[in-house]
């Protein structure tokens, strides 16, 4: 069987009444955060903060959360790296809240950290004020600066080595532990932080991993626009310690390799008390290349076509379906936890699948005929054919195997990952894309063996996306999700991150929200990162583009009965 390949939908968005089309004039903005003098929570030492985004938006009652930035740790003043993206559209009063926390606990959930306080604004009031830098006294105590910044529309990326050499001995036995923060600095002269590499442990003379960052974060696109980077020598209670800094832009990097980009590393303190101090060391560009990358778009442009699969916990600890406390329990007219990821996701999907045919499993369950425990199920009751048609034919198989297939366990996700690699595998020419949506109570029992089929699934064609239902503590997610930390396995580092972990009750967790736009959120941060990721692939095995066209064969052609 050949299907046909995927194009994107021109829906309306989710929750929003259908209309004409309108060319609404909009523009992409980045907010760079910092805050000051922080109210300190911990006892032994200081807060670890953490600043999440949310918006109200034109017809809203109800905060939805846009990002969220990475934790700092041990510090009243920190200036966070991870910038936020939003879109901004003058016609509009975006109302933002910036919620900042001491963020202890290992839970994902805002509401079980300490809060430090937070400011509201809009998003006009931040690119109205001078410099479109706006300062702001957070309800906690302390100020919050906002910078906003129009995004570049350069497609370039840069994959730069640097390496360091003679730096400055920092620590008690003669060694530091550098790592480096790009600035880029902005139209108000004001450098923001860009980039943070990883920290290399005691050592004078670190080699860092690649440097791969999109030339409209590092410099706007600008060739000539100026980059501070700055070396540190990392301490454990959050005082890092300045080795040095120096300057240059994209221009003089991609001179490449050479005395030109030597760069001494000054501290200006040592400099302003020794005339005689010539540098704490240097950074020496090994290598240096730049490319236009093609976009998300781009690839769909060409051919390539994204196959989606479905993967639900049939796992005990989900309830009695029979039962009202149940996480399956169906009641007439009313979704579960599980039917509204199943919509959310599917809505927004089935615009970019032309036969809107979707593979849908179960795991953890005892399936009829002879009752034994499957991790790898087809939702429809067939043994041979996964596919559902459409979100409807998706939800009315989730409802056949609620009253057919036995709750039981354990949680395993290996296996629907495996699975889905094996095609995933067999299809690496940059023609299809595989995406496995799995929809979970909680608890991991085979986590060694899902950490093990991740790392091996990041070289693959493939993204995995975990929406979390429940109450659980979902902190052993944050293990595969490795947006802060690289996921490994067996001494095996992942290719790139794949995984990303989206809690459902962050989206339908306060009483009075708006159903139908709650869902639309929900679907946004789920699918966030897929773009993205797509691309990484792409890149990484260097596949430019796909001949406008062609048409790929879909896997369920083969023996084993399709993607799912």
Known sequence: ????????????????????????????????????????????????????????????????????????????????????????????????????????????????????????????????????????????????????????????????????????????????DPFLIFYRCNDNSAYLPVHKTEVIKKTVNPAWKPIVIPARILCSGDHNRSIKIECYDWDSDGTHDLIGECYTNLQRLLEGPGTTNVYHLINPKKKAKKASYKDSGKITLQSISCHVQPTFLDYIRGGTQINFTVAVDFTASNGDPRTPNSLHYRQPGVDNQYSLAIKAVGQIIQDYDTDKLFPA???????????????????????????????????????????????????????????????????????????????????ISDLPDTRKALVHASSLPMSVIIVGVGQEDFSAMEQLDGDENRLSAEGKYAERDIVQFVELRRHFGKNGSNHQYSQARLAKDVLAEIPQQLVSWMTIHGIKKAPVGQIAVDPSSSSTGGIA
């Open 361 to 443: 499993l179960g795991f953890g369950g005892r399936v009829p005929p002879d009752w034994k425990v499957s991790h790898e199920f087809f939702l429809n009751g067939s043994p041979d054919n996964p596919y559902c048609q459409g979100v409807e034919g998706i939800l009315n198989a989730y409802h056949h195997s609620i009253q057919t297939v036995g709750l039981f366990g354990p949680t395993n996700f290996a296996p629907v990952i495996n699975h889905v690699a094996k095609f995933a595998h067999a299809h690496q020419d940059g023609n299809n894309y595989f995406v496995l949506l799995i929809i979970t109570d909680g608890i």
């Open 1 to 176: 069987m050949m299907r046909r390949r995927m194009q994107a939908g021109s829906a309306s968005p989710v929750g929003l009444p259908p209309g004409p089309p309108q060319m609404v004039p909009m523009s992409k903005v980045e907010l760079t955060i910092e805050a000051k003098n922080l109210k300190n929570r911990d006892v032994l030492s200081k807060s670890d903060p953490l600043c999440i985004l949310y918006m109200k938006e034109t017809g809203q009652d109800s905060f939805y959360e846009v990002g969220r930035t990475e934790m700092i740790k041990d510090s009243l003043n920190p200036q966070w790296v991870r910038a936020i993206e939003v879109d901004y559209r003058f016609e509009e009063r975006q109302i933002l809240k910036f919620s900042v926390y001491d963020w202890d606990s290992k839970s994902t959930n805002p509401d079980d950290q300490d809060s430090l306080g937070s400011v509201e604004c809009s998003l006009g009031e931040i690119m109205g004020s001078q410099g479109s830098q706006m300062s702001k006294a957070i309800s906690g105590g302390g100020l919050l600066l906002v910078q906003g910044n129009e995004m570049s529309t350069s497609k370039e990326i840069v994959t730069m080595n640097l390496y360091g050499s003679d730096l400055d001995k920092k620590d008690f036995l003669g060694k530091s």
